[in-house]
Nanobody
Framework: QVQLVESGGGLVQPGDSLRLSCVGSGITSDLSTIAWFRQVPGKEREGVAA????????TVANSVADRFFISRNTAKNTVYLNMNNLKPEDTAVYYC?????????????????WGQGTQVTVSS
């Protein structure tokens, strides 16, 4: 059974950096993809970044590509979302998700496994 647990959210000021962590368990193949999404109330879930667990290939949404990057530590079964120069519009609940198969989709409907989310609030 796949389980994903996010952590690292919190309240930060504009311009700060934050690193979110997603610890996965029960994942049985390196040919799998872990992605980060975010959602604010009343809006659709937005894909932020994705990484292939095995070879580390990544993709990042154009809207945050100059500030966010995704990385992994396979020994710790952890995927990170590194966020720099945070802005108030980055405020959202951030989720990690997983699917089997090495495709760097940023569409939430492609991912059957989800964590519970972690709140990120950017405010002065």
């Amino acid at each position: 059974q796949v389980q994903l647990v996010e952590s690292g959210g919190g309240l930060v000021q504009p311009g700060d950096s934050l690193r979110l962590s997603c610890v996965g368990s029960g994942i049985t193949s390196d040919l799998s993809t872990i992605a980060w999404f975010r959602q604010v109330p009343g809006k659709e879930r937005e894909g932020v970044a994705a990484i292939i667990r095995g070879d580390g290939s990544t993709t990042v949404a154009n809207s945050v590509a100059d500030r966010f990057f995704i990385s992994r530590n396979t020994a710790k079964n952890t995927v990170y979302l590194n966020m720099n120069n945070l802005k108030p519009e980055d405020t959202a609940v951030y989720y990690c998700a997983m699917k089997y198969g090495p495709q760097l989709y940023l569409m939430p409907e492609k991912y059957p496994h989800w964590g519970q989310g972690t709140q990120v609030t950017v405010s002065s």
